[in-house]
């Protein structure tokens, strides 16, 4: 594993993945300052996801045929610049559009950056557990520099934002030289062999998965601030449980590559769901400052699959592993930022605890959608075949068991043919 580059990567991540943070973490300022009903603000969200759903399966696709480096220090510029410039264009029409921009180049640079961590990782799940590491590290950091900025003076100072961007584009320099020096990777018939069936049906259960998990993520990431707003009282009480949310996310992500090395990632994912559902319904259920422990529980339950679906994306359709990344880390924000408005209609009509009850079900529906699911053949896997043990495989519930191993032949029994030719001989 070429660690250095993940820790480089992960670096970038983060600095990107601010400003996917941003936008939600942006939403109670764009309301207080502007003015903003619940629909229109969460109508901000639906411009940097909608878009991103749209495009990052066409840069997976993209990634699939030919190696774009570039795509990282571009991307991650101008993800900065289009999140700096909404705080300070003034008009709604304006704001949508510099957001969308953002969103569009947070979509560029995450299939490409996934491939490359893929490959540097060398199918370790924790590495890549590291490298999701670095965008949930980032989104745990936006609120945290939104409520800087609101306290400097408000979105007047969103310009200070561009920070992250020059310190991600620095770090993609030495990736892209380390790049340059390595040899051409191998085409996808030797990377991904004939042998590694595509197997679209369970990418298609895969992907209902990620966005019921993506419609719970969004929709609390856009309003849990405001929620926690009305149930605790102090300034910081929604800065504080959007820094939860993502701080949560933050153990969930390396809990989950810890886990994925002891049992299956479908039957990691799995429990993880139920444990989102249970702790969805206590979060709703808790008074005040009890909705703190459960946005963590939330949150840890959530990320516990999250980079284990790319992974498992990337294995059930191998010959296209950037079109499925693509596919499954669009759909991770893409589809919430769809519902979401819909949830703040329903707040503007009932109230937000209202809104936000369907959320709970929505890990349930993951979990159906996971259930039976196989667990596909990783890269290297022969290789890890051959440092395994004859007799360690997988047992029930997708712990690995030990089997009994075929017993030997006597060596003091000659095979029937034998037996016969003696007593040929004999008579």
Not at 54 to 78: E, H, N
Not at 182 to 200: G, I, L, Y
Not at 381 to 410: I, K, N
């Given at each position: 594993?070429q660690?250095?580059?993940?820790?480089?990567?992960?670096?970038?991540?983060?600095?990107?993945d601010?400003?996917?943070?941003?936008?939600?973490?942006?939403?109670?300022?764009?309301?207080?300052?502007?003015?903003?009903?619940?629909?229109?603000?969460?109508?901000?969200?639906?411009?940097?996801?909608?878009?991103?759903?749209v495009?990052?399966?066409?840069?997976?696709?993209?990634?699939?045929?030919?190696?774009?480096?570039?795509?990282?220090?571009?991307?991650?510029?101008i993800?900065?610049?289009?999140?700096?410039?909404?705080?300070?264009?003034?008009?709604?029409?304006?704001?949508?559009?510099?957001?969308?921009?953002?969103?569009?180049?947070?979509?560029?640079?995450?299939?490409?950056?996934?491939?490359?961590?893929?490959?540097?990782?060398?199918?370790?799940?924790?590495?890549?557990?590291?490298?999701?590491?670095?965008?949930?590290?980032?989104?745990?950091?936006?609120?945290?520099?939104?409520?800087?900025?609101?306290?400097?003076?408000g979105?007047?100072?969103t310009?200070?934002?561009?920070?992250?961007?020059?310190?991600?584009?620095?770090?993609?320099v030495?990736?892209?030289?380390?790049?340059?020096?390595?040899?051409?990777?191998?085409s996808?018939?030797?990377?991904?062999?004939?042998?590694?069936?595509?197997?679209?049906?369970?990418?298609?259960?895969?992907?209902?998965?990620?966005a019921?998990?993506?419609?719970?993520?969004?929709?609390?990431?856009?309003?849990?601030?405001?929620?926690?707003?009305?149930?605790?009282?102090?300034?910081?009480?929604?800065?504080?449980?959007?820094?939860?949310?993502?701080?949560?996310?933050?153990?969930?992500?390396?809990?989950?590559?810890?886990?994925?090395?002891?049992?299956?990632?479908?039957?990691?994912?799995?429990?993880s769901?139920i444990?989102?559902?249970?702790?969805?319904?206590?979060?709703?259920?808790?008074?005040?400052?009890?909705?703190y422990?459960?946005?963590?529980?939330?949150?840890?339950?959530?990320?516990?699959?999250?980079?284990?679906?790319?992974?498992?994306a990337?294995?059930?359709?191998?010959?296209?592993?950037?079109?499925?990344?693509?596919?499954?880390?669009?759909?991770?924000?893409?589809?919430?930022?769809?519902?979401?408005?819909?949830?703040?209609?329903?707040?503007?009509?009932?109230?937000?605890?209202?809104?936000?009850?369907?959320?709970?079900?929505?890990?349930?529906?993951?979990?159906?959608?996971?259930?039976?699911?196989?667990?596909?053949?990783?890269?290297?896997?022969?290789?890890?075949?051959?440092?395994?043990?004859?007799?360690?495989?997988?047992?029930?519930?997708?712990?690995?068991t030990?089997?009994?191993?075929?017993?030997?032949?006597?060596?003091?029994?000659?095979?029937?043919?034998?037996?016969?030719?003696?007593?040929?001989?004999?008579?």
């Amino acid at each position: 594993m070429q660690r250095n580059i993940i820790i480089l990567l992960c670096i970038g991540h983060a600095c990107v993945d601010v400003y996917q943070g941003s936008v939600a973490a942006l939403v109670p300022l764009f309301i207080a300052e502007r003015h903003y009903e619940y629909a229109a603000a969460s109508g901000i969200v639906t411009a940097a996801s909608l878009l991103s759903s749209v495009t990052q399966p066409a840069f997976g696709a993209l990634s699939d045929r030919r190696r774009m480096p570039w795509l990282l220090p571009v991307s991650t510029a101008i993800s900065g610049v289009g999140i700096a410039v909404s705080g300070i264009v003034g008009e709604y029409g304006p704001t949508l559009v510099f957001i969308a921009l953002a969103g569009i180049a947070i979509a560029a640079y995450h299939p490409v950056s996934t491939q490359l961590a893929r490959t540097a990782s060398a199918g370790s799940h924790r590495a890549m557990s590291w490298f999701s590491l670095g965008g949930n590290l980032g989104f745990a950091a936006a609120p945290l520099m939104v409520a800087a900025v609101a306290a400097s003076g408000g979105l007047r100072f969103t310009p200070l934002l561009l920070a992250p961007a020059a310190i991600g584009v620095l770090t993609c320099v030495p990736v892209i030289r380390h790049l340059g020096r390595t040899s051409r990777p191998a085409s996808r018939s030797e990377t991904a062999p004939r042998t590694r069936r595509q197997d679209w049906r369970s990418f298609g259960r895969l992907t209902v998965a990620v966005a019921c998990r993506s419609i719970v993520f969004v929709g609390l990431s856009t309003f849990v601030a405001l929620y926690a707003q009305q149930k605790v009282t102090g300034s910081v009480a929604g800065s504080a449980a959007v820094f939860a949310l993502y701080a949560g996310g933050a153990v969930g992500t390396l809990l989950g590559g810890r886990l994925a090395g002891r049992w299956d990632r479908i039957v990691v994912s799995r429990w993880s769901y139920i444990g989102a559902a249970a702790s969805v319904g206590l979060l709703l259920l808790a008074p005040g400052g009890l909705i703190y422990p459960f946005i963590v529980l939330t949150a840890v339950g959530l990320y516990v699959p999250f980079s284990l679906q790319v992974t498992l994306a990337q294995d059930y359709l191998p010959r296209n592993a950037g079109t499925a990344s693509g596919v499954t880390l669009g759909l991770a924000i893409s589809v919430g930022g769809v519902f979401t408005p819909l949830l703040g209609l329903l707040a503007d009509h009932t109230t937000l605890h209202t809104a936000l009850l369907p959320l709970a079900a929505m890990p349930l529906l993951a979990w159906l959608a996971l259930r039976g699911l196989p667990e596909p053949e990783t890269p290297g896997a022969a290789r890890a075949s051959s440092e395994r043990s004859p007799g360690e495989q997988r047992g029930a519930g997708g712990h690995r068991t030990a089997r009994a191993l075929p017993r030997p032949v006597p060596t003091d029994c000659s095979l029937p043919t034998d037996r016969a030719a003696t007593s040929n001989e004999d008579s």
